[in-house]
C-alpha cells in the first residue's frame, strides 16, 4: 500500500530555508501553497543562503550574515569587462544592488543571481549613481548626477536612465557643489544633501537634507521618478546636531524608516523608527518613536572623517547590527543592544582595507530588463 503520510510542515520548511534561492522560484510552480510561502518576506529573510550585508573590495565581493555567529561568503565576481575595474559605489534598493564600477554600473539581485549593465551616454561618460526606483507604471529608473565641461566646477546634474528603453533623460533641476557636498536651489530656498547614501523605499529615493540658513536641522528630501523632480518629505526627530555626527536613514520592516545618529562628541548611539509604514504622499503626517538609545563608555566611532564612510545597519528584534570600518579601514560587525555593545567582529575575511558595504534585504524582484528584453547572464558565484 503507498505510504500517502506527509511531512509536517515545521519539517518542509527547514529543508527549505537551505535550498539555493534560484531552485526556489521553480518551486513556486508546485502549488499555490508552495508559492505563498516561499514568496512570503519572512521566509526569505531567514534563507540560510542570504545575506544582511554586502562588502565589495577592489578585487572581491562577500556575503555576510549575522545569524548570530559571523558568516562571511567570498562571491567570485565573473564579469570579464569589470575584472579591471574597481566598485565606486554600492548601493541597497530593495532588494537589488546598484554597484557603480568604472563608467558604468552593474544591477543585481544576489538573491536571485540576477545582473544587468548600465552604460552611461557617450557625452557623459562619468557618472555619479544615487539610486534605483519607479514610476505610477512600474517602469524602473536609475538616478544620477553628471559635469558639464563647459560649466562651472561647483555645478552638477540630474540625469535619469530608464530600464524598459534603456535611454538617458536630462532634468532641469541643476545642483551645486558646495565645500563637499551637494545644495540645490528648490522651492523654500538653498539646500544642502547630506553626504551620505539615500535609501529607496516603494519605488521612491530618499535622502538627508537641510536648508543652508538652518543647516543642521535635518529633513528628508526625495525624488519622484515619475515627475522627475525632488521635493521635501518630513523633518527628521534628531536634534543638537554637529557637522560630524553620525546620521544614517534605512528601512525598518520592510515598510517604515528607521534613523541611526552618533554623536560625534559623546558617541551616544539613538534611533528612531516610524510609527507607521510610509506612504510618499503623507509626509507631513510622519511621527517618529524613539526606539533605543545606547550610551555605554565603550562604543565604536561608527563614521571616519578620513572617508566619511557611513555606517550600515539593521535592527533585528530589539538588537542593532552595524556593519562599519575602524580608523585603519577595517571591517566590523557591531550588536548593540541593553545600553550596552554586545559584541564586535573583525571580518578577517575582508583583507582589503575601507571596503564598500551596505545592509541588504534580499527578494524576488527580478533585475529589470532591457528595451529587446535583454539580461545579460553575468554571475555572481
Known amino acids: 500500500m503507498e505510504n500517502k503520510e506527509n511531512l509536517p510542515w515545521e519539517l518542509i520548511l527547514e529543508i527549505l530555508s537551505h535550498v539555493p534561492p534560484k531552485s526556489l522560484v521553480r518551486f513556486r510552480t508546485i502549488s499555490k501553497q508552495w508559492n505563498t510561502i516561499i514568496s512570503d518576506k519572512a521566509f526569505i529573510k531567514n534563507n540560510k543562503t542570504t545575506f544582511q550585508f554586502i562588502l565589495a573590495t577592489k578585487s572581491k565581493i562577500y556575503g555576510v550574515r549575522v545569524n548570530p555567529k559571523i558568516e562571511v561568503t567570498e562571491l567570485t565576481l565573473d564579469i570579464p569587462a569589470l575584472e579591471s575595474q574597481s566598485p565606486r559605489q554600492l548601493i541597497s534598493c530593495e532588494g537589488l544592488l546598484l554597484c557603480s564600477v568604472g563608467k ?66 536630462d532634468l532641469h533641476t541643476m545642483v551645486l557643489i558646495s565645500g563637499g557636498s551637494n545644495s540645490s536651489t528648490q522651492k523654500g530656498g538653498s539646500i544642502t544633501f547630506r553626504t551620505t547614501c ?94 533605543m538609545e545606547v550610551s555605554a563608555p565603550n562604543l565604536p566611532t561608527l563614521v571616519q572623517t578620513r572617508s566619511y564612510s557611513q555606517p550600515s545597519f539593521f535592527i533585528d528584534d530589539k538588537r542593532l547590527v552595524v556593519c562599519s570600518c575602524d580608523e585603519t579601514g577595517r571591517a566590523w560587525i557591531y550588536v548593540v543592544g541593553n545600553n550596552n555593545l554586545i559584541s564586535k567582529t573583525k571580518i578577517e575575511l575582508v583583507v582589503d582595507l575601507w571596503p564598500l558595504h551596505c545592509s541588504f534585504t534580499p527578494s524576488l524582484v527580478s533585475v529589470p530588463r532591457g528595451r529587446k528584453g535583454e539580461e545579460h547572464n553575468y554571475k555572481f558565484n
Not at 565641461?149 to 524598459?164: E, G, M, N, Q, V
Not at 540658513?213 to 554637529?242: G, Q, R, V, W
Request: positive net charge.
Open 104 to 169: 558604468g554600473a552593474v544591477v543585481w539581485n544576489p538573491y536571485l543571481g540576477q545582473t544587468r549593465w548600465i552604460d552611461p551616454e557617450s557625452n557623459h561618460p562619468i557618472i555619479k549613481f544615487y539610486g534605483i526606483g519607479y514610476d505610477y507604471d512600474c517602469r524602473y529608473k536609475t538616478l544620477a548626477s553628471y559635469k558639464k565641461y563647459w560649466a562651472p566646477l561647483t555645478r552638477t546634474f540630474w540625469k535619469t536612465h530608464d530600464f524598459s528603453s534603456d535611454g538617458w533623460n
Open 198 to 291: 539615500g535609501v529607496s523605499l516603494n519605488g521612491t529615493w530618499y535622502r538627508i537634507a537641510s536648508y543652508d540658513k538652518t543647516k543642521y536641522l535635518f529633513f528628508l528630501i526625495y525624488f519622484d521618478f515619475s515627475m522627475e523632480a525632488f521635493y521635501k518629505f518630513c523633518d527628521l526627530p534628531c536634534d543638537d546636531n554637529h557637522a560630524q555626527d553620525t546620521l544614517v536613514v534605512g528601512v525598518f520592516k520592510g515598510g517604515r524608516f528607521s534613523l541611526l545618529k552618533q554623536s560625534h562628541l559623546t558617541k551616544k548611539i539613538q534611533i528612531w523608527v516610524t510609527k507607521n509604514e510610509i506612504h510618499k504622499r503623507g509626509g507631513e503626517n510622519v511621527e517618529w518613536i524613539n526606539f
